[in-house]
T-cell receptor, first 113, second 113 residues
Framework: DAGVTQSPTHLIKTRGQHVTLRCSPI?????VSWYQQVLGQGPQFIFQ???????GRGNFPDRFSARQFPNYSSELNVNALLLGDSALYLC????????????FGSGTQLSVL | GESVGLHLPTLSVQEGDNSIINCAYS??????FIWYKQESGKGPQFIID?????DKRQGQRVTVLLNKTVKHLSLQIAATQPGDSAVYFC????????????FGGGTRLMVKP
């Protein structure tokens, strides 16, 4: 069975641009979460979606937005990119979305120049 | 892929020895805890989890201990192997209605052959 898949794997953008990252959860999983991992640190929670509704939002600016589609895949959008947005963006899925283990993808490495 | 954890605390052990990785968590109301392993260029991989109504849980070669009194979590790896070399993160779920994990800073485990 396929795990969590993310695309693209690597991306280079310049300041001020916007970016869209994509995630497909494990088959049967209804919840998708997004995390940002800056080099040398643990992942930091950005968003959680369950059944296409936002269930939680971390301490990130409004430049960050996300959505979940009827097939449970998800997109993370970041507008007006800053140098500090350079990070590994991880998507994770879970079955029901509450108090259960998350399965992570390999991430999208975003570099903002 | 991008290397994670360049400035993390490091635990160096001999192959075949037991490893103990410690973690302090902050929220006494957290109900669910997970240990993840992250290799370079990959997303976090689930190792073992524990709920707050338990103080010990065992898996294959791994044991997690939870001390709620001092808000401390530990991961024990028996007979450590070179393939165990990675960065290890503990995570707590502070929202029992969701899956918003808060990750610790991570520990790099290096196994010497």
């Amino acid at each position: 069975d396929a795990g969590v898949t993310q695309s693209p794997t690597h991306l280079i953008k310049t300041r001020g641009q916007h970016v869209t990252l994509r995630c497909s959860p494990i088959s049967g999983h209804k919840s998708v979460s997004w995390y940002q991992q800056v080099l040398g640190q643990g992942p930091q929670f950005i968003f959680q979606y369950y059944e296409k509704e936002e269930r939680g939002r971390g301490n990130f600016p409004d430049r960050f937005s996300a959505r979940q589609f009827p097939n449970y895949s998800s997109e993370l959008n970041v507008n007006a990119l800053l140098l500090g947005d350079s990070a590994l963006y991880l998507c994770a899925s879970s079955f029901e979305g509450a108090n259960e283990k998350l399965f992570f993808g390999s991430g999208t490495q975003l570099s903002v120049l | 892929g991008e290397s994670v954890g360049l400035h993390l605390p490091t635990l160096s052990v001999q192959e075949g020895d037991n490893s103990i990785i410690n973690c302090a968590y902050s929220n006494s109301a957290s109900d669910y805890f997970i240990w993840y392993k992250q290799e370079s260029g990959k997303g976090p991989q689930f190792i073992i989890d524990i709920r707050s109504n338990m103080d010990k849980r065992q898996g294959q070669r791994v044991t997690v201990l939870l001390n709620k009194t001092v808000k401390h979590l530990s991961l024990q790896i028996a007979a450590t192997q070179p393939g165990d070399s990675a960065v290890y993160f503990c995570a707590e779920n502070r929202d029992n209605a969701g899956n918003m994990l808060t990750f610790g800073g991570g520990t790099r485990l290096m196994v010497k052959p």
